[in-house]
């Protein structure tokens, strides 16, 4: 039987905390010629993906702009993420980050699909709850990556080498 979503104290707060450290240590190793430091805004909810999951959730966007890019100017990425708590003692449970990326690769198909808490029915109506969710006992950040994968906005980049410098 599923517990309530908010039935254990939530470590939302510090993984978001943690998100934006990680974005924003990235962000600064990255610098443009402009001098100008980096900006992130973020985060901003967008509701629960698996309804069923005793784990709270958050989902949203983070934009990352001003001296992303190494050099050329104007651009912005806005990577979606999403952040799913573990089911089972969430404040001592490790946390892992899924990158996906690739062609049409998102994060967020595989969190729905494949490693999250939820699956879909066979007939596709209704979700149930995923008995192999890496959820279960590790708390989870979800990211789309590169800029344009998934929901994520931003410019395509020509190479690996540009995809690492803007993440």
């Not at 240590?25 to 967008?46: E, K, T």
């Not at 799913?84 to 996906?100: H, M, N, V, W």
Request: aromatic content about 8%.
């Amino acid at each position: 039987m599923a517990m309530p979503a908010q039935s254990f104290p939530t470590i939302m707060p510090t993984i978001l905390s943690s998100l934006h450290a990680l974005l924003l240590v990235m962000v600064s190793a990255c610098q443009d010629d402009r001098n100008s430091p980096p900006s992130l805004r973020g985060p901003q909810n967008g509701g629960v993906l698996c309804p069923l999951s005793p784990g709270a959730q958050h989902f949203g966007y983070i934009t990352l702009s001003a001296g992303i890019n190494c050099g050329s100017s104007g651009l912005y990425y806005r990577y979606f993420y999403g952040i799913i708590e573990a089911d089972k003692s969430p404040q001592t449970s490790p946390t892992f980050l899924y990158i996906g990326g690739g062609l049409g690769g998102s994060s967020i198909g595989t969190a729905t699909h494949l490693h999250g808490p939820c699956t879909m029915d066979p007939k596709g109506k209704t979700q149930l709850l995923n008995p192999y969710s890496w959820t279960e006992n590790a708390n989870s950040i979800w990211v789309d990556a590169p800029g344009p994968t998934g929901f994520s906005l931003g410019p395509i980049e020509p190479g690996l080498v540009e995809v690492v410098a803007n993440l």
